[in-house]
């Protein structure tokens, strides 16, 4: 991304989006939209609309709202972009932060039947989201058994009180040596401490000697749709880049801001396709004739 004010000075949006602020972006877009020639301002509607294509609906439906609420000399391919990905960012925090929570919040004693084996497979699939982006507490282990002691059955307890107490006593050396990373934590309560948890529950259940057997509990497990209401998608994910309504630019019946570019932008366009066609059916001859040369019976020279 060049700098408007200073000719040369380039940002890369995708890997410094977190250190470029939204008010340089907006001012480079304005920029760009005076200064740049008709097929860059075509190839960067196509970028737009790229970008938008890529997304979720929920979260195109988002960025479009925020795109459609700034001027028409700010909308283009870098503001599309930057508010993408600072949403991308932001849904990806909130979810990581919502997991680390699900942890330190946990009670058996809320599952109906107090069953271990549900709070299990959850647990797994939250280490492991978590794993992905490294980020497991390191207190993972004992906060997780915190929340199984608080079962009715008191043998069970006991079990995990004292797996808890283990944890406490030898993690500090443990993890200067094998669960130093989330990835050593991971292996370590999934392989480890879960199993143990799910073989007495298991155990127990079947003997009907499980002290939480008819216990209703608080939790009702839902689907993660249940938590999001998605806005109605776009009329057929059409987005006008003249006046950021939900229809084709060309359909558009506002003033164009930039009239005497239509004509030009169109008939780039259509110069663009052509060369485009000519250049492929120059390499699909191409092609034809080298194979045609490969598969025909050399001379004999001895004739």
């Given amino acids: 991304m060049s700098s408007p004010h200073k000719s040369g000075t380039k940002l890369d949006l995708l890997t ?11 001012e480079w877009q304005h920029w760009f939209l005076v200064w740049a020639s008709d097929s860059d301002i075509q190839s960067g509607q196509w970028l737009s609309q790229l970008v938008l294509n890529s997304l979720k609906p929920d979260l195109r439906d988002e960025v479009s709202r ?3 609420d700034l001027p ?14 600072d949403k991308v960012n932001v849904s990806s925090y909130e979810t990581t932060e919502s997991l680390k929570s699900f942890i330190t919040t946990f009670k058996l004693s809320a599952y109906p ?12 699939a939250i280490l492991k989201a978590l794993l992905a982006v ?13 929340g199984f002691s608080t079962s009715s059955d008191k043998a069970f307890n006991t079990i995990c009180d ?5 944890e406490r006593i030898t993690s500090p050396r443990r993890r200067r040596r094998t669960i130093s990373t989330s990835k050593s934590l991971y292996t370590h309560l999934v392989d480890n401490i879960l199993p143990v948890l799910e073989d ?9 000697t499980w002290a939480g057997l008819g216990k209703p509990g608080a939790y009702q497990p839902v689907s993660s749709a249940a938590f999001v209401t998605a806005p109605a998608p776009l009329d057929d994910d059409l987005f006008c880049f003249n006046c950021g309504e939900k229809h084709d630019q060309k359909d558009c019946d506002k003033p164009n801001p930039n009239p005497n570019r239509t004509k030009a932008v169109a008939d780039r366009t259509a ?3 052509k060369e485009r066609e000519r250049t492929f059916r120059g390499r699909r001859s191409d092609r034809s004739r080298s194979r045609g040369r490969s598969t025909s019976r050399p001379r004999d020279s001895s004739r």
């Fill in 162 to 166: 004292n797996l808890s107490l283990h």
């Fill in 200 to 208: 007495y529950h298991r155990d127990h259940e079947l003997a009907g």
């Fill in 66 to 68: 925020e795109l459609s």
């Fill in 72 to 85: 028409v000399e700010h909308r283009g391919s870098a503001s599309t972009l930057w508010i993408a990905l």
């Fill in 134 to 146: 490294n980020d497991i507490p390191t207190q993972a282990a004992t906060m997780i058994l915190a």
């Fill in 16 to 26: 410094e989006h977190d250190e470029i602020d939204f008010g340089r972006v907006l």
């Fill in 113 to 124: 039947n107090e069953n271990v084996r549900t709070a299990c497979t959850q647990f797994k």
């Fill in 271 to 273: 110069q663009i396709l």
